[in-house]
């Protein structure tokens, strides 16, 4: 297992998200204990110590399962996660309550990380509201020693990220992004990697084979590149290109079942970042997939100044390849329209073409509106 530094701590570059572990009969929240349990412990015995969790996985069970599994072993052995749920804004009153429920289900007296979750445009401004205080109390729970390092996750956008970092920035000590070669550009990930080595903040990893969408590939990509590298898989090559970027601490992968485990800590056995040539080819090999399925928006903005109903249809758009792209996976779109007017939304459309007339990529922007709220069920 390879293993990185952070403040004194060695901390496994594979980490255990736990938002995706075997379960029983489908249903999500009825987590398969004996399957997570014998994957724990071959996590352990494969050198990972790094162990992520979340309020709401799992419907609230993934905290029960992990400090369930967690309390075999050394307290001392493993560095465990969690996060404020903030993705739902009505637990912004309830910090020190959900805080205090969850060392009760995790069983423990301390986290080792914890994280402003899921910091995006649906919730900045309830999260840099000091009325709730949540900022505030658990600066307060690290200073008793109950958190050991503050942190936060991030879906918004890098303005979204930068209103957070200017607010509260010199007390983050690690963010949780997420990153792989779809998202480099798809996302902006080069991006927000950008805006965190400028706060000189740490980067973790989430989604970074895209909730398995980068481990298994259409023959044209995967024979790419089977040619660069024959000997190494499909899934390997995402997280090559995680171990390409500087700055990564450790990678959050939600493994499911014993097999995607094993490979993992086998990719993990050794660094082995991708060189110029082959991170052209992941970057490009994302490209074209990007161009199969997005719509092609280069923010010019000439349509807004054209749109008799004032939409931000850039943004929508990008929304609109996000929900495209994720498929029934996606939750990204449905949380960022959350934070847009009601007279705003794309279904306000008035299909008037205005904007289509203006757009220099010739993009039916109406039909695609009229699409995405369709998708959302707005339509």
Same mark, same amino acid.
């Given at each position: 297992?390879?293993y990185?530094?952070?403040?004194?701590?060695?901390?496994?570059?594979?980490? &255990?998200?736990?938002?995706? +572990?075997?379960?029983?009969?489908? /249903?999500?929240?009825?987590?398969?204990?004996?399957?997570?349990?014998? &994957?724990?412990?071959?996590? @352990?015995?494969?050198?990972?110590?790094?162990?992520?969790?979340?309020?709401?996985?799992?419907?609230?069970?993934?905290?029960?399962?992990?400090?369930?599994?967690?309390?075999?072993?050394?307290?001392?052995?493993?560095? +465990?996660?969690s996060?404020?749920?903030?993705?739902?804004?009505?637990?912004?009153?309830?910090?020190?309550?959900?805080f205090? $429920?969850?060392?009760?289900?995790?069983?423990?007296? =301390?986290?080792?990380?914890?994280?402003f *979750?899921?910091?995006?445009?649906?919730?900045?401004?309830? =999260?840099?509201?000091?009325?709730?205080?949540? =900022?505030?109390?658990?600066?307060?729970?690290? #200073?008793?020693?109950?958190?050991?390092?503050?942190?936060?996750?991030? *879906?918004? /956008?890098?303005?979204?990220?930068?209103?957070?970092?200017?607010?509260?920035?010199?007390? @983050?000590?690690?963010?949780?992004?997420?990153?792989? =070669?779809?998202?480099?550009?798809?996302?902006?990930?080069?991006?927000?990697?950008?805006?965190?080595?400028?706060?000189?903040?740490?980067?973790?990893? @989430?989604?970074?084979?895209?909730?398995?969408?980068?481990?298994?590939?259409? /023959?044209?990509?995967? /024979?790419?590149?089977?040619?660069?590298?024959?000997?190494?898989?499909?899934?390997?090559?995402?997280?090559?290109?995680?171990?390409?970027?500087?700055?990564?601490?450790?990678?959050?992968?939600? &493994?499911?079942? &014993?097999?995607?485990?094993?490979?993992?800590?086998?990719?993990?056995? $050794?660094s082995?970042?991708?060189?110029?040539?082959?991170?052209?080819?992941?970057?490009?090999?994302?490209?074209?997939?990007?161009?199969?399925?997005?719509?092609?928006?280069?923010?010019c *903005?000439?349509?807004?100044?054209?749109?008799?109903?004032?939409?931000?249809?850039?943004?929508?758009?990008?929304?609109?390849?996000?929900?495209?792209?994720?498929?029934?996976?996606?939750?990204? #779109?449905?949380?960022?329209?959350?934070?847009?007017?009601?007279?705003k939304?794309? $279904?306000?459309?008035?299909?008037?073409?205005?904007?289509?007339?203006?757009?220099?990529?010739t993009?039916?922007?109406?039909?695609?509106? *009229?699409?995405?709220?369709?998708? @959302?069920?707005?339509?």
């Amino acid at each position: 297992m390879i293993y990185t530094e952070f403040k004194g701590k060695k901390l496994s570059a594979l980490g &255990m998200g736990n938002m995706r +572990l075997p379960v029983l009969d489908g /249903d999500d929240a009825k987590i398969d204990v004996g399957a997570a349990e014998e &994957m724990f412990e071959y996590a @352990m015995k494969g050198g990972i110590n790094y162990y992520d969790t979340a309020y709401g996985y799992h419907g609230g069970q993934s905290e029960i399962v992990v400090g369930q599994l967690l309390k075999k072993y050394p307290r001392d052995s493993f560095y +465990l996660a969690s996060k404020f749920p903030g993705y739902d804004l009505t637990n912004m009153p309830k910090v020190k309550e959900i805080f205090e $429920e969850q060392l009760k289900k995790c069983q423990v007296e =301390y986290f080792d990380f914890y994280l402003f *979750h899921n910091v995006c445009e649906m919730n900045i401004n309830q =999260y840099l509201d000091p009325q709730y205080g949540i =900022y505030k109390y658990l600066l307060e729970q690290k #200073a008793n020693g109950r958190i050991k390092h503050l942190g936060f996750s991030a *879906h918004g /956008d890098i303005e979204c990220m930068t209103r957070f970092l200017d607010a509260y920035g010199e007390n @983050m000590e690690f963010c949780q992004i997420e990153l792989n =070669y779809f998202d480099y550009a798809f996302q902006n990930a080069k991006g927000k990697i950008e805006l965190l080595n400028k706060y000189g903040i740490p980067i973790w990893v @989430m989604e970074p084979v895209r909730g398995g969408q980068l481990a298994t590939l259409s /023959d044209k990509f995967a /024979d790419k590149l089977k040619a660069a590298r024959p000997d190494e898989k499909i899934p390997a090559w995402a997280f090559r290109f995680i171990q390409s970027i500087p700055n990564v601490g450790v990678t959050l992968s939600g &493994m499911s079942n &014993m097999q995607q485990l094993k490979e993992n800590i086998a990719v993990y056995a $050794e660094s082995k970042p991708l060189n110029e040539e082959e991170m052209r080819l992941v970057l490009g090999i994302a490209d074209e997939m990007i161009a199969e399925t997005a719509v092609a928006c280069t923010g010019c *903005h000439y349509c807004v100044s054209h749109c008799p109903k004032q939409l931000d249809i850039p943004f929508l758009l990008k929304l609109y390849n996000e929900a495209v792209v994720a498929g029934s996976g996606d939750f990204i #779109a449905p949380m960022a329209l959350a934070s847009i007017d009601a007279d705003k939304q794309p $279904e306000c459309c008035i299909g008037c073409h205005s904007c289509s007339k203006v757009c220099p990529q010739t993009i039916h922007i109406p039909e695609v509106l *009229h699409c995405f709220a369709e998708k @959302m069920g707005k339509a």
